[in-house]
């Protein structure tokens, strides 16, 4: 029988399709069919090249290799996190119709937002372009020439895969704060480790950026996904507007780390606040691999504001729950959309978008309604990839600044049939649960809360920029 849930739920499905300028009748039928983006236009349906953008050939040297430096290389490197090295020639080469194929398809780069609504501009943005992408296809289909070799750039020489990512740009960090070890067994279920360790801190320090990572590379195989809860008093903490204050009642999750999550630098007006005698308490989803893995360990890089520093917010980072307190009703061989809303009791800043499911997850939505009853969608992402937790974080003059009532609107899609090819088992009804074959919904935000006088200036100032650009 249909799914209750998924037809209740319904009529918003259809406003998104109407606001993506779809056919709403047609959401009815496909419930993906809002959440598609095409591919090129030099691109068919099944990644087929039916054009090229212009009469000269694609080569290596001069079009391809670019690409691969500015999008692929740290992850397709010896060492990293990629099934192959792509820094070569001859490596593009042997692997150039699986290239296609993934970028094509949008799966590679792992970016997967919907290029064709909401918001665009992201501080991380790892994607490609449509250009980008009918290049790489029509080098490929070209014969994947070399071209000429004086027009290959020079090689870049990245630093190790594995360090702490953001020290690029802020040096090292100022704290590090590491899990117990755990051994996990070559074949067993998945474990979830929870150790809870010190922090070391004697005096307040407010935080202007958190990475975490598995320490090592073997570590890196086994963990699926990290909490890091700050634990500690709470009483006379001030940072949160007025208004936002039953947000919080306590220190809450302090970062979240997945794979395609490197960490976050919170914007120069706002942090997170770490106490005297404050602890964390970690929680390490891991996975077996075939092979034991010996005392696999977590870390936290924490970067502190100047002493004396303290930012005019406290950012929070709040788990949006799609699934209602864990009620996900996912029958088989169906397609299912699930939703929730939440009110915002303060005018607020949304810092990013990070969508969370599992191997059925196939789509995730946010959509703003206005006090006044206008519709925006946010941000979409239209091809999930349940192996990649991507943290879509917004440039800082399109961070949504939201007004005291908005209604944040989320819609994931799950897909439950034989289509779907990372679904195990289409036969089996599916619900909410930790593992990996059970299912989840919901998105990492940063929310930073504002006063309603510094909302009004920020929005002010916003127009005003706005105001004074060029009209393309």
């Known amino acids: 029988m249909p799914n209750r849930r998924a037809a209740r739920l319904m009529p918003l499905a259809a406003v998104l399709c109407v606001l993506a300028g779809r ?5 009815a039928q496909d419930p993906f069919a809002s959440v598609r983006s095409p591919v090129p236009a030099s691109v068919g349906a099944r990644g087929t090249a039916v054009a090229t953008r212009s009469a000269r050939a694609m080569t290596f040297t001069k079009d391809v290799a670019p690409i691969l430096q500015q999008k692929c290389q740290t992850c397709h490197q010896p060492g990293s996190i990629a099934p192959m090295s792509l820094l070569t020639y001859e490596d593009a ?32 943005d790892g994607g490609l372009s449509d250009e980008q992408i009918a290049t790489i296809v029509n080098w490929v289909d070209g014969g994947t020439p070399m071209g000429d070799p004086q027009h290959m750039p020079p090689a870049i020489t990245f630093p190790d895969p594995n360090r702490w ?56 195989k086994i963990v699926h996904h990290v909490l890091a809860y700050l634990l500690q008093p709470e009483q006379g903490v001030t940072g949160l507007a007025s208004t936002a204050h039953d947000h919080q009642s306590n220190a809450g999750l302090f970062m979240e780390w997945a794979v395609g999550k490197t960490g976050q630098m ?4 706002a942090g997170k606040l770490m106490l005297p005698g404050s602890q964390i308490r970690w929680e390490v989803h891991m996975h077996a691999i075939g092979e034991e893995i010996q005392n696999s360990q977590v870390e936290m890089a924490v970067y502190f504001y ?23 009703d996912i029958p088989p ?12 009791q303060a005018p607020a800043r949304l810092e990013n978008f990070q969508p969370h499911m599992h191997m059925r997850g196939k789509a995730m939505s946010l959509e703003a309604i206005y006090p006044d009853g206008r519709k925006e969608v946010l941000s979409a992402v239209n091809n999930f990839q349940w192996n990649w937790h991507i943290n879509y974080v917004y440039a800082a003059n399109s961070a949504p600044l939201l007004p005291k009532g908005t209604t944040l609107a989320f819609t994931a899609w799950h ?3 034989a289509a779907n090819p990372t679904n195990p088992d289409p036969a089996q009804w ?18 930073t809360y504002l006063e309603q006088d510094e909302f009004d200036k920020l929005v002010a100032a916003r127009k005003a920029k706005a105001a004074k650009k060029p009209i393309p």
């Open 165 to 220: 990512q953001l020290a690029d740009s802020l040096g090292a960090p100022d704290l590090i704060v590491r899990s117990k070890p755990y051994t996990l067994a070559a074949k067993t279920q998945d474990k979830w480790f929870r150790p809870v360790v010190p922090t070391g801190l004697t005096e307040p320090r407010w935080v202007r950026a958190i990475e975490v990572k598995p320490v090592r590379g073997n570590d890196r």
């Open 306 to 328: 100047p002493k004396g520093f303290v930012p005019s917010h406290r950012t929070v980072l709040r788990m949006f729950d799609l699934s209602r307190d864990r009620e996900l």
């Open 333 to 344: 061989n169906e397609k299912t959309i699930t939703q929730n809303f939440y009110v915002l």
């Open 23 to 27: 056919n709403a009748a047609a959401q």
């Open 430 to 447: 599916v619900g909410w649960g930790d593992r990996t074959v059970d299912e989840m919904a919901h998105n990492w935000i940063d929310v």
């Open 93 to 124: 080469k042997k692997y150039s119709r699986r290239i296609r194929s993934k970028v094509a398809d949008r799966l590679m780069p792992p970016w997967h937002i919907d290029r064709t609504i909401g918001i665009q501009e992201f501080k991380n």
């Open 266 to 269: 919170f914007p120069e007006d």
């Open 415 to 417: 897909d439950n049939t």
